[in-house]
């Protein structure tokens, strides 16, 4: 058996629980990770019984990937009479409860997959899903420490041709560049609505504290309103900060990792900042272990960050704040569980979670540090391997 079938069996346990007659897995990543293949279509998972892939395009390519049975879509109009005949019994008379991922489901596609099912009961499984990918596997962690080594390469690879006066886009194309050499799929999903991120964010001085739509405490100008975050077109300057917010994918797996760099000697009041924020990273990573409430990391680290006098610049400044610490991270950039207020996930091992602690200040930078930790038995692994403190370049 697969590692995506024995997936498909523990969604299937959870849907007798709930009474669903199926899910219809919708989101590509969520194929993906279902099935072991991306094209495009719809995964069927009955509570009981295998799963179908009703796929549009590549049949060919679905057909050698797939840990599934693979139909071609063909017509919505037999959608409903082909999923019923795959769900326990096949009765026309029995509702079907028919749970999908509503939280990305694009409003217009849902109203067509009504119209196919007729009769159906509609349920929001996503938050089912994106809890159970919550702890990773054995695989998923190589796939992501694999992903962490290509990231450390490609910075140090970098940092010695990093010099005054060049542009952020241009120390971000040597970034991206160095990732590619290395395998980097250069793609950073994201599950969000209106969510985007590229490689990530590298800005440095005044232009990395520019707010901008990203949810994190870092903007950038970006270089077009069209575009508005990340690597402008501002020459870095001696003594600021340079901050180098980075992922990588491999194997379709993610890495997250921030570092803070400087030409020369940085502000005694940012260099304090700095290493208040690993202060903090220090503290949290002395409490990762499981049972830990997500929530509690991130309180913590609000009581630690005012006892510092820094509550003001803690992750963003003023109404362009962020309120979070960390977040999960695997097939996409934003998983859970959250360290923030109001997520209680307890810690549980196979969780991957990227910790964060940063602190903005207009008009002079951004300052932190980031690394992504495995949840195990015992406590953690830290799974980035680039080395601490800032780099003087």
Not at 26 to 36: A, E, K
Not at 136 to 150: F, G, M, Q, Y
Not at 199 to 206: E, P
Request: proline share 5%; aromatic share 6%.
């Amino acid at each position: 058996m697969t590692i995506f079938q024995q997936r498909q069996q523990a969604l299937q346990r959870e849907m007798i629980q709930r009474g669903w007659s199926g899910f219809l897995v919708t989101n590509n990543v969520d194929i993906y990770y279902y099935c072991g293949s991306m094209q495009t279509g719809y995964l069927f998972i009955p509570a009981e019984g295998d799963a179908l892939y009703l796929v549009r395009r590549s049949l060919v390519r679905a057909e050698e990937e797939a840990s599934a049975a693979v139909e071609a879509l063909g017509s919505l109009k037999t959608l409903g009479e082909r999923l019923r005949a795959r769900c326990a019994g096949g009765s026309a008379a029995a509702p079907m409860r028919i749970a999908t991922e509503l939280d990305v489901l694009p409003v217009q596609l849902y109203v067509r997959l009504q119209a196919a099912l007729p009769g159906a009961a509609w349920e929001d499984g996503s938050l089912l899903v994106r809890e159970q990918r919550m702890i990773k596997s054995p695989d998923e962690v190589t796939a992501i420490r694999a992903a962490a080594r290509v990231v450390d390469a490609a910075l140090e690879a970098v940092i010695p041709h990093i010099s005054e006066g060049m542009a952020e886009f241009e120390l971000m194309a040597l970034i991206e560049h160095q990732l590619r050499l290395r395998g980097h799929q250069g793609l950073m999903r994201m599950r969000a609505y209106n969510s985007e991120l590229i490689t990530g964010m590298v800005a440095a001085g005044a232009a990395a504290a520019v707010p901008t739509y990203f949810d994190g405490p870092a903007g950038g100008t970006g270089l077009h309103p069209s575009s508005p975050q990340s690597s402008g077109r501002a020459p870095i300057r001696r003594g600021e900060p340079i901050l180098v917010d980075i992922g990588c994918s491999i194997d379709g797996y993610l890495i997250d990792q921030t570092r803070t760099l400087v030409i020369g000697d940085l502000d005694p009041e940012l260099q304090r900042a700095y290493d208040v924020a690993e202060q903090v990273l220090r503290a949290t990573e002395a409490r990762l272990q499981p049972g830990v409430i997500a929530e509690h990391l991130y309180l913590l680290a609000l009581d630690q960050v005012q006892e510092a006098g820094l509550s003001a610049h803690f992750m963003g400044y003023g109404a362009d704040q962020v309120k979070f610490l960390g977040h999960g991270i695997g097939l996409e950039i934003d998983e859970l569980p959250v360290l923030a207020k109001g997520f209680k996930y307890p810690l549980a091992p196979g969780m991957v979670i990227a910790i964060e602690p940063k602190f903005t200040y207009p008009g002079r930078g951004v300052v932190g540090i980031e690394d992504t930790y495995l949840i195990t038995e015992n406590g953690y692994e830290k799974l980035t391997i680039s080395r601490d403190g800032i780099r003087r370049v």
